[in-house]
């Protein structure tokens, strides 16, 4: 890995573990979804969060000699409703504990306005209206992480299957207009783009050409599987070519470009197995390195 | 409002039902949440996409995860009926809790008040949720508002 290559990581999973034995320096970070470090009783319970101490240790164990980046899953940021303060607090001490590179949300809603967690649980990412209202409401909220935690917050692009008719402007412009107001990086999940392609017919080139170039900071990749008609980000196959093309052609022209990551859920990794997951980190190694070949030649 | 526009949302993504009634009559909507006309119209035409199928179908798959990574045996013994226990079960309790643990004792419960279970699936949920009951008496143990402490520590 040269300076100015992106580096190279895994989305950490309970397999994660033997692949960082077996493949040591070859991953340069990991990625923490640092909402699977505790069990949460709910916003009403006296003694809140209990956490899972055992992969608490584990972690620890992989990560001395690696850089750590947190992505979550629970603030929600589009939700009509305000940041869960202890959540954030339990975000911020892990990435005390575990210095985050930085930390990545979702443009998606995992709650429900006007119920409180754990009950506000909308079960699964759902779309957000591309309005200037959720981008104020967003906004806030980054600038609450960015003071809360004191290091760069990323938003991640999401699949969705229902795209809201009528948006005030697109997705692209939504995340430009973000990092204008914000500094709000962008974590670009290539994959997620490709469900959407096949879901809702959009066009890859037009979306990444309507991208500012700056806001880019990390590139997601992972593979899916069909689900009666639709395609769905579940995580569970190597990334697939036109995935890859994608980010050949493109990734390059990201100068702030930090991270490229490979994501599977640990309920795959027989099917993907190590030698797979090997396979992955090699190609985005090449990548890297490609980037950082392109970046010298500009320089 | 977007608070209701969201909460329409999500309860739309957890109900079929509710789904095939506003399909059948959108001012279902206007009824149920206070809607400007741009979010009732924007509800309308999701509600009436072929992607709100594959909301609906993941969510159902997302509620019932916890329940099968907990719960593996008890819901082989009780395959042909899972689909209509999961749904009643989900009509008692409509809000998913976050906590695996929590949804899956959750479940257990429902179901050993099932008098139709045979003698093979209560023993399978007998044997599962004792395991369950464990697990989750251990996380309440250790629940604490002690945060994450760093390697230095």
Not at chain 1, 14 to 26: E, F, I, R, T
Not at chain 2, 140 to 146: I, P
Request: proline content about 5%.
């Amino acid at each position: 890995m040269h300076g100015n290559e992106p580096i190279v990581g895994l989305l950490y999973n309970p397999a994660v573990p033997s692949v960082l034995d077996a493949l040591g320096s070859q991953v340069d970070f990991v990625e923490v979804i640092p909402d699977r470090l505790w069990y949460d009783f709910g916003v009403t319970a006296s003694r809140r969060f209990s956490h899972a101490s055992a992969a608490i240790d584990e972690l620890r164990d992989h990560v001395k000699s690696r850089r750590v980046i947190g992505h979550g899953i629970g603030l929600s940021l589009p939700s009509a409703m305000p940041l869960d303060g202890r959540l954030l607090d339990e975000v911020v001490a892990t990435h005390r504990a575990f210095n985050f590179e930085w930390y990545s949300e979702h443009l998606s809603m995992f709650l429900v306005p006007g119920r409180s967690v754990p009950n506000a649980q909308a079960g699964m990412g759902l779309p957000v209206v591309l309005d200037d209202e959720t981008l104020r409401l967003v906004a806030g909220k980054v600038r609450q992480l960015q003071q809360a935690l004191g290091t760069e917050i990323l938003l991640e692009n999401s699949t969705i299957f229902s795209a809201i008719p009528e948006p005030d402007m697109t997705e692209p412009a939504f995340f430009n207009r973000l990092y204008e107001e914000t500094g709000c990086g962008m974590l670009l999940d290539l994959h997620n783009l490709y469900a959407n392609t096949i879901n809702l017919g959009m066009s890859a080139d037009e979306y990444l050409s309507e991208i500012d170039p700056r806001i880019v900071r990390e590139i997601h990749l992972a593979g899916g599987d069909w689900l009666k008609g639709h395609y769905t980000d579940s995580h569970s196959r190597a990334t697939p070519s036109p995935v890859w093309k994608w980010a050949y052609e493109w990734a390059p022209r990201f100068p702030n470009l930090g991270a490229i990551t490979f994501e599977y859920h640990e309920s795959y990794h027989k099917r993907i197995g190590l030698s797979g997951v090997a396979q992955e980190i090699e190609k985005m190694h090449d990548l890297a390195h490609d980037i950082g070949s392109q970046r010298r030649e500009v320089a | 409002m977007l608070v209701h526009f969201q909460k329409a949302l999500a309860d739309l993504t957890a109900s079929p039902a509710l789904c095939r009634e506003v399909r059948e009559n959108p001012d279902v909507l206007r009824e149920l949440y206070q809607l400007s006309e741009k979010e009732w119209r924007r509800l309308v035409s999701i509600t009436a996409s072929k992607g709100m199928e594959a909301n609906c179908m993941l969510y159902r798959a997302n509620r019932l995860a916890p329940v099968a990574l907990n719960l593996p045996e008890t819901c082989e013994a009780i395959r042909d009926d899972l689909n209509r226990l999961i749904s009643a079960y989900w009509d008692s309790e409509p809000i998913t809790d976050v906590h695996f643990l929590v949804e899956a004792d959750r479940f257990c419960c429902f179901l050993e008040h099932q008098e139709e279970l045979s003698p093979q699936a209560r023993e399978a949920l007998a044997r599962e949720h004792a395991v369950v009951s464990a697990k989750l008496a251990a996380t309440r143990q250790n629940a604490t508002q002690v945060t994450v402490k760093s390697p230095t520590e």
